[in-house]
């Protein structure tokens, strides 16, 4: 399958700071990325949809001024948390879909995030 | 509104044995239906996926079963092994650029 990495895998940071992490496919072109967050021990909960050279479209509650996505090439995507605080402890997971007419969506590793 | 339910929310079977999950979904417009794995603290990983113009998919110990009419599919898991143990994600998702919707998962446990 397609590969998608993601960077950092674990990042603490403190409160009030910004921290951002990439997400890149490595062996293929992704037209749209996805970012979802996952609480332990529950589903994935999308945040956004990507989709290169255009602004983010977030869910509605996700607040798209603190959750800064960026969608610069067709290999990168990178999301930022500006102004962290605890309760934005939780792990990142983005995915990628292989291409503009495919359905196959792949998932990077995940990011830990830990706000003290 | 939950558009993917999933079932069971935690499964034990025993090694060698068959693992089942269940998912109903209520959009009849969904027409790609992926099952996920996901070890924890790793990202999900694609296991299967199928669409709504065959009944059933199989890929090695892993078999998806497609009910349109009743708009369910299922997930069994052949000769279950330890290793497979891990929480089960169902999807689905309709053509073109929408996200996937998941199912709550379904933490599998195989025991020897």
């Known amino acids: 399958g397609a590969v998608v990495s993601q960077h950092p895998s674990r990042v603490i940071c403190k409160s009030g700071t910004s921290v951002k992490i990439e997400c890149r496919s490595l062996?293929?072109?992704?037209?749209?990325m996805f970012w979802y967050r996952q609480f332990p021990k529950q589903s994935l909960m999308l945040m956004a949809t990507?989709?290169?050279?255009?602004?983010?479209?977030?869910e509605q509650g996700v607040e798209k001024d603190k959750f800064l996505i960026n969608h610069a090439s067709l290999t990168l995507s990178t999301l930022t948390v500006t102004s962290a605080h605890p309760e934005d402890s939780s792990f990142y997971i983005c995915?990628?879909?292989?291409?503009?007419?495919?359905?196959?969506?792949?998932f990077g590793p995940g990011t830990r995030l830990t706000v003290t | 509104q939950q558009q993917v339910k999933q079932s069971p929310q935690s499964l034990i079977v025993q090694k060698g044995g068959i693992s089942i999950i269940n998912c109903a979904y209520e959009?009849?417009?969904?027409?790609?239906f992926p099952w996920y794995q996901q070890f924890p603290g790793k990202g999900p990983a694609l296991l299967i996926a199928i669409r709504p113009d065959v009944s059933e998919k199989k890929e090695g110990r892993f078999t998806i079963s497609f009910n349109k009419s009743a708009k369910q599919f299922s997930l069994h898991i052949m000769d279950s092994q330890p290793g497979d143990s891990a929480t089960y994600f169902c999807a689905a998702s309709i053509a073109g650029n929408t996200p996937l919707v998941f199912g709550k998962g379904t933490r599998l446990s195989v025991i020897a």
């Open positions: 995915s990628a879909r292989t291409g503009q007419a495919s359905y196959e969506q792949y």
């Open positions: 062996d293929f072109q992704a037209t749209t």
């Open positions: 990507s989709n290169e050279g255009s602004k983010a479209t977030y």
């Open positions: 959009n009849t417009a969904f027409d790609y």
